[in-house]
């Protein structure tokens, strides 16, 4: 089975039991010639895939009214993978969603690494900082660079081990997030787990 | 007693007991003559000020060791008015700064109301709302304006909460936040209170 998962900023693919990915911007998806399965939230995208008749969009066969409108495929099809669980996607945006007895109960979105680093960085150059991901998460900072990293890493934190669920890792900065959630299962190809599951 | 607090968009005054503010860009500090004691972060008006002599800086007399190099003042006197407490300073940026037995034990900045909103409508247009603070938090959000204030607030508040603290709100956007921080107390003068602390 061949399956992509597309972005804002590039093609996510499956094939074989194997990920790769191909930037939005140059690759040209009519140099594909096999069915494959897709999803996209790439408006300009969707657009050139609509005319390619071996790309089928697995968006048409999700039932919405489990979920919400203006909720993002990529989230919906994250959800389906899981049947107890937060799942976080650190990506440009991170969004948690939770999902209990493999029912969506919902979700929020909360500002990715990048666009965090660059809101602080606005505030005031005082505040231009990489975060410092290995900040003990115990004690509150008295330094600069560790003040900024508890506001973003520490707030997450406390609201997603709240619910008290297995918790599930995924997107391009799954890893790094990995070191403020020690117990969670870190799974990059999650969103082609729920992929699978709306080819049948 | 006249006090001034000075940031970076404005001078906040307390004379006689009443408090007022003037535009950091259009307001003279040389029209004041009397003796004035002042706390300033703007690093513009800082060096006006120094050659005023009845504006007397009481970041002079702060026991810097308790805190740390870089905390900005006004956080370091709102702390010098609180014994036990968590202080939540909601302006462009959220300082959040515990308090106990008298002694600065930590704290951690958050963006700002205005800043959090752009960070959200820069990730995505689809984005673009401003904040619900009327939002239950304790409901898991399917929408995406309670998606995303839920991401801004709740992170906040569950952190926030988590010290088991009485809750201080000051700062411009205190009003606003008194609604997620239902017990808190709203202080919108704590720093002259700080500030009185010192000119002894």
Redesign the interface.
């Known amino acids: 089975m061949f399956l992509c998962d597309i972005g804002n900023t590039s093609y996510h693919f499956l094939k074989d039991e194997k990920d790769y990915k191909e930037d939005v911007n140059s690759f040209d998806p009519a140099q594909i010639k096999e069915k494959i399965y897709y999803i996209c939230v790439n408006q300009k995208v969707k657009k050139i895939l609509k005319d390619l008749s071996n790309w089928i969009d697995l968006s048409q066969k999700i039932y919405m009214s489990s979920?919400?409108e203006?909720?993002g495929v990529d989230r919906i099809v994250a959800s389906m993978a899981v049947t107890d669980g937060v799942i976080v996607d650190a990506g440009?945006?991170i969004t948690?969603d939770?999902v209990k007895d493999g029912k969506f109960?919902?979700?929020?979105?909360?500002?990715?690494k990048n666009?965090?680093r660059?809101?602080?960085k606005?505030?005031?150059s005082?505040?231009n900082y990489e975060f410092n991901f290995d900040l003990d998460l115990k004690?509150?900072?008295?330094?600069?660079v560790?003040?900024?990293s508890?506001?973003?890493l520490?707030?997450?934190q406390?609201?997603v081990l709240?619910h008290n669920m297995p918790i599930i890792l995924t997107g391009g900065d799954a890893k790094e997030f990995k070191k403020i959630f020690v117990d969670a299962k870190v799974d990059e190809n999650l969103i082609f787990s729920g992929m699978k599951k709306l080819t049948f």
Chains 1, 2 share one sequence.
């Open positions: 979920y919400y203006t909720m440009s945006a948690v939770v109960i919902g979700g929020f979105i909360y500002p990715g666009s965090m660059k809101t602080y606005d505030i005031s005082a505040l004690t509150l900072p008295k330094n600069s560790d003040a900024i508890y506001g973003f520490k707030t997450l406390s609201e709240s």
